[in-house]
């Protein structure tokens, strides 16, 4: 502030109404007896999506993937078969589900990669193992089990060709290493089949992560269908017992386990599976999975009946994982699906008297 010799000859300033020393003057609010101080004045806002926009991102995932998940579940079942025709002494049925196994995890590994975009995101993600990571531990499972498929099968390759294989010394060490391969693939078989169903359900998509507790179950019996579908189809009669045992245990756990599955999700997020195209699917999986297993069971006999059953399994395999596959990709485009279970289960837990947690506490 600046002073000057004239300042005593200015006349005061007059007294600013409203202002005490800079602090402004509040009237003392009225004691309410009424309750009306206490009244919301706004209504409870209704929490909706951002224009209706999807609020989990839907995964960009189509056919390679889906191809992938039943594939892989080919793949897996067929190394399990292949082992016990392995330890029965059924060469046909072992040979066959080998071929089977190999060709479907050379696949299904060629849409994944296809799929990833470079074959080096795939080996980067053997860099390390995290057990946390379904992805990490898929990538580990799917690569073990390659490499015992790729043992055992290249040894019956190269006795299909009589041994016309270009392996010099290293036949020797093949035969001895065939029987570890296989016993190799058959260990890893069963969890290829299942970590596809852990990978989709450890995420934040409605209907995946409601169906977590059965999604598993479900995928191992899928992938029963598919390796004894295709033994069904691929073998003699003569060799093909087992396949149509397994066969019909598939059956009864992809029908009961799916069934089980939609009853203890939420309804909510369980309605993609009946819904549209992943709806057609699931109800065709179904029929087809039935039907499979009767000629299995009635029919499998017969070289033609048994042959269509297998094919009608193999097609009940297919339907399941693409039908999964899409209505989980359709439940994350719909803000509904994310909405509903997540307010059911706010209410479940203050209904149960959990109101002190970051879930039920309202800041």
């Known amino acids: 502030m600046s002073t000057s010799d004239f300042d005593q000859f200015?006349?005061?300033?007059?007294?600013?109404?409203?202002?005490?020393f800079g602090r402004i003057r509040r009237p003392k609010r009225r004691q309410r007896t009424d309750g009306s101080a206490e009244m919301m004045m706004v209504p409870e806002v209704e929490f909706t999506s951002y224009y209706g926009r999807a609020i989990v991102k839907p995964p960009p995932w189509g056919d390679l993937i889906a191809s992938y998940l039943f594939l892989g579940g080919v793949a897996g079942g067929s190394g399990l078969l292949a082992f016990g025709a392995q330890l029965t002494g059924r060469k046909l049925l072992c040979r066959n589900a080998r071929l089977g196994a190999i060709a479907a995890v050379s696949i299904g590994g060629a849409a994944l990669v296809a799929d990833l975009g470079r074959p080096d995101r795939f080996y980067n993600m053997l860099r390390t193992i995290k057990p946390t990571s379904p992805m990490s531990i898929g990538s580990w499972i799917l690569t073990a089990y390659s490499g015992g498929m790729g043992v055992a099968a290249v040894s019956e390759i190269d006795r299909l060709t009589r041994n016309r294989l270009p392996l010099g010394p290293f036949r020797g060490l093949l035969s001895f290493a065939e029987p570890v391969g296989g016993a190799v693939a058959a260990a890893f078989g069963p969890?290829?089949?299942?970590?596809?169903?852990?990978?989709?359900?450890?995420?934040?998509?409605?209907?995946?992560?409601?169906?977590?507790?059965?999604?598993?179950?479900?995928?191992?019996?899928?992938?029963?269908?598919?390796?004894?579908?295709?033994?069904?189809?691929?073998?003699?009669?003569?060799?093909?017992?087992?396949?149509r045992v397994l066969a019909v245990i598939g059956v009864a756990g992809d029908l009961i386990g799916t069934r089980w599955m939609e009853r203890r999700m939420d309804p909510v997020a369980a309605e993609p599976l009946h819904q549209g195209r992943p709806g057609t699917l699931l109800r065709w999986s179904e029929r087809l999975a039935a039907a499979g297993g009767f000629g299995a069971l009635l029919l499998g006999g017969h070289r033609l009946p048994a042959a269509l059953a297998g094919i009608a399994l193999l097609g009940a395999s297919a339907c399941t994982r693409f039908g999964i596959l899409e209505a989980g990709i359709n439940s994350a485009k719909d803000p509904r699906y994310t909405i509903e279970p997540q307010r059911r289960r706010l209410e479940e837990r203050r209904a149960a008297g959990i109101t002190d947690d970051s879930i039920t506490t309202v800041g």
Do not use: C
């Not at 450890?202 to 004894?228: C, G, I, K, Y």
């Open 10 to 20: 200015r006349p005061p300033e007059p007294r600013r109404k409203g202002r005490n």
């Open 191 to 243: 969890p290829l089949a299942a970590y596809t169903a852990v990978l989709l359900s450890d995420t934040a998509n409605p209907t995946w992560n409601a169906a977590h507790r059965d999604l598993p179950f479900v995928f191992v019996s899928s992938a029963s269908l598919a390796a004894s579908g295709l033994a069904m189809v691929t073998t003699p009669t003569r060799e093909t017992r087992p396949a």
